[in-house]
């Protein structure tokens, strides 16, 4: 368990999953970058950002940038959206109103699907800090996606809630070791907002053995 000292930013799980580098220049070293995927991606948030404004349409009360924390995994956030869909069984007893209450988070990205599993990451860890602050299991949450209004069903399988907390635990070793990982150059780097401070194409190939060896001990962690 991790105490209030060491959380980190539960929405830095996501660029941790697109890429180790990418989290610690942002998140270890400050560094950040808009381009305009980030601020398209920023505007789809601000609709959503006001903090637990909340309506109800039926069975179905809907809560925004509800807050989050989970001690196991040590990270502290929001989430765009949850949901309360009112239930006959199961579910968790809310103040303020009536009957029982399955909960279930939602993501809004901007763009499409992609072809990794970051955002069913990031969604999975906000339902992990919704199980561990309300004692409940949660089996699924949404992404929704910007550019296609397409919403996306994610079912927290074992395999994903294990990459989370795999995850977690190196994020937490990386900032306490305070390591960037070395850059890589892929074809992700493309669509990287970091580019032009990572520069990934100069540095790869060019590393100092010193560099080469702590990027060796790092894989290890
Ligand atoms: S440019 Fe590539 S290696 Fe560098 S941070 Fe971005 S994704 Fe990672």
């Known amino acids: 368990m991790y105490s209030d000292d060491d959380l980190l930013m539960l929405s830095g799980i996501q660029h941790f999953a697109f890429c180790k580098r990418q989290w610690a220049l ?43 924390i ?31 209450w399955l909960l279930h988070p939602v993501e809004y990205k901007r763009g499409k699907q992609k072809p990794d599993d970051r955002d069913a990451v990031q969604v999975c860890a906000q339902a992990i800090c919704l199980e561990e602050m309300f004692n409940i299991e949660i089996p699924n949450g949404s992404l ?46 493309k669509s990287c907002s970091l580019i032009d401070i990572c520069l990934p194409q100069n540095l790869s190939g060019k590393i100092k053995a010193s560099d080469y060896l702590r990027n060796e001990l790092e894989k290890d962690l």
């Open 144 to 189: 929704f996606y910007g550019e296609t209004r397409r919403r996306v069903n994610v079912d927290f399988k074992l395999e994903l809630r294990q990459t989370v907390f795999e995850h977690a635990r190196r994020m937490h070793e990386l900032f306490e070791k305070g390591i960037t990982p070395l850059p890589v150059y892929k074809s992700h780097c």
């Open 26 to 68: 942002i998140h270890v070293e400050q560094q950040w970058a808009e381009n305009v995927k980030t601020t398209e991606g920023n505007h789809l948030h601000e609709r959503v950002d006001d903090p637990m404004e909340s309506d109800k349409r039926g069975k179905v009360i809907t809560y925004r940038a509800f807050p989050l």
């Open 70 to 100: 989970s001690y196991q995994l040590g990270l502290i956030g929001r989430a765009d959206v949850v949901e309360l869909i009112y239930t006959r069984e199961g579910g968790v007893l809310l103040e303020g109103h009536e009957g029982r």
